[in-house]
Structure formats: structure tokens, C-alpha cells
């Protein structure tokens, strides 16, 4: 990669107070347990995802390459036919009719030359979605455009806590109902996925991102915590939170720190990184994870169409 770095603004950027809050779930998947209280010192984060027009402006004055369009090295593949290791990513197929939710082989499929550029594989392109998040993005690659901002990615208890945006004990970034007086809220999956998808604002007759935006912010002034695409922090991702010592929820005194993540597994080709906040594809029948507590991990290899990320400067 080549070119320097720009000057740290806070333009488009939200200044988050800092706090002690309850991070994590009792309520839904095990992997949101065992809710702990963590410390998070002031920061600034992105008030919405890295746009393609924010990426394609950091691709055109540094020449970086993304992973989803580098060439595959066999080595780390050795049981796969190196005619199948060709530069692409992960795209979404509605099998168009009810299947099983145990096999996600029936809505994934890889797409060569898919990628940030061609979202859809070859053939596709941004027309229309400029203000769209940047998606088909590597862990590598949102590390690279945040260093050039003069930025970081957020840690997961920073995008949790913002995430929240004040409401520390509620579901959703905006409260405790999915739908407030049947307004919709965010970009996720409405109908019965994979199959059967009811457009929403700002979409069209098929899944996929809008516009940075489209939908209401939370109380810091965020948009797009809950759905649109997954994003990144610097997490390693474990089945559970490291929980303090002695309960589930310890008092502030004995808060965990947010500066503190754990190391990856050892002996992990491809350690994974802690995503947040659901996507398009998240269905109350299948992921439900369009919330601040949720959360998954991704190998820092993987590109799909619902994953982005936006960037933090500690104050």
C-alpha cells in the first residue's frame, strides 16, 4: 500500500461519552453470556459503515488491493483443487422456496470475481450505491483503510456501548420493541428467510444494503447498528465473555476494562475477529442478531455481501 496517511478529523464522526455499562445478554444466544460490566474510556466513532465512495477514494489514491481480489495461495487450501482457488467471495442466493435452516450452503454460494467493485460477481456494479456500505470487506482490508484515516477499528465493547446509544438495558439501539407503533427500524430481513423477503425502505424487489442513513439514528447520532451490514472490531472472537471473577455481573470497582480483548485461539490458521450488529440477512426466523448485544465470530479471510465495517479514535 502506498500513500500517507490524512489528518484525523472529527467530520462525520460522534463523540461517545465513556462509561461503565452491562456488555452482553441473558436472553438470547450463549454466546452474548455472561453479562459483564466494562469500562470504556471517551471516543469518537463513525456516525455510519465506510461507504464505497469513502473506499473507492482510499483504493484510488493508495492502490490497495482487497483480499477478496488477490490470488488464493494453494498452501493454505492444500485439500482443495487449485482450479477452484480463484480471487472471490461469499454471495447470497435466495434458494427462492422454503429449506432448512441447518445449511447455510443453500443461500451461500462463492462467487469468483466477486468483490467491493462488483458486489454481486461479475457483472454487478456500484451504480446506485455510492452512500451504500462497502461490503466484501477482509478484516486486512478494513485494518489498512482505517490506518489510513488515521483511525482505528472499534474494540467490541466500544461498538457495543455505542451501539447502545445511551439505553444501556434495552434490546435494540433504539428500545426494547423490534417495531415502536409498526415503524420499522433498520435493515433487516423482513419475511421468512431465506426465502420470502418484503422489501423495506430504500430497498428494492431483492435484499441488500441501503443507503447509509435511510434509517433512524440511535441516541449518539449512529445509523446502521442494527442491520444493513455485520462490522468489524479488533476482538478475537470467543464462545462466551471473559466474565470477572465472582459473579456474572461484578460491580464497577472491579469492572473489565475495554483495552483488554483475548488472543486467538492457538494453532488458528485463520483466527476469527468479533463482528457486530446483524445485517440485511438477519431474520427474527433464523439470526435475530440486529442487536447491540449480539455478536459472531468471522475468520479475518472472509468477504461477504452483508460485511463492513466503520472506524474509532480514542480521545
Known sequence: MSGNAVAVGR???????????????????????????????????????????????????????????????????????????????????????????????????????????????????????THHPVTHIAYADAAAYAEWAGKTLPNEAQWEFAARGGLDAATFPWGAEFAPRGRRMANTWMGRFPWEFLPGKGQTTQPGTTKVGTYPPNGYGLFDV??????????????????????????????????????PEFGERFPRRVVKGGSYLCAPNYCLRYRPAARQGQTEDTATCHLGFRCAVSE
Not at 455472561?34 to 469518537?44: G, K
Not at 490497495?64 to 493454505?76: K, Q
Open 11 to 129: 467530520k462525520g464522526m460522534a463523540r461517545v461519552p465513556g462509561g461503565v455499562f452491562a456488555m452482553g445478554s441473558l436472553d438470547f444466544f450463549p454466546e452474548e453470556q455472561p453479562v459483564r460490566e466494562v469500562v470504556v474510556e471517551p471516543f469518537w466513532i463513525d456516525i455510519h459503515p465506510v461507504t464505497n465512495a469513502a473506499f473507492h477514494r482510499f483504493v484510488r489514491e493508495t492502490g490497495y488491493v482487497t483480499m477478496a481480489e488477490r490470488e488464493i495461495d494453494p498452501a493454505n487450501f492444500p485439500s482443495a483443487d487449485p482450479a477452484d482457488l480463484v480471487p472471490g467471495a461469499l454471495v447470497f442466493r435466495s434458494p427462492g422456496k422454503p429449506v432448512p435452516l441447518d445449511d447455510w450452503h443453500l443461500w451461500w454460494s462463492y462467487v469468483p470475481g466477486a468483490n467491493w467493485r462488483h458486489p454481486g460477481g461479475p457483472g454487478t456494479n456500484l451504480d446506485g450505491r
Open 226 to 263: 442494527a442491520g444493513n451490514v455485520w462490522e468489524w472490531t479488533t476482538d478475537y472472537f470467543r464462545p462466551e465473555h471473559r466474565a470477572p471473577a465472582g459473579s456474572c455481573c461484578a460491580p464497577a470497582t472491579s469492572a473489565a476494562r475495554a483495552d483488554a480483548p483475548p488472543e
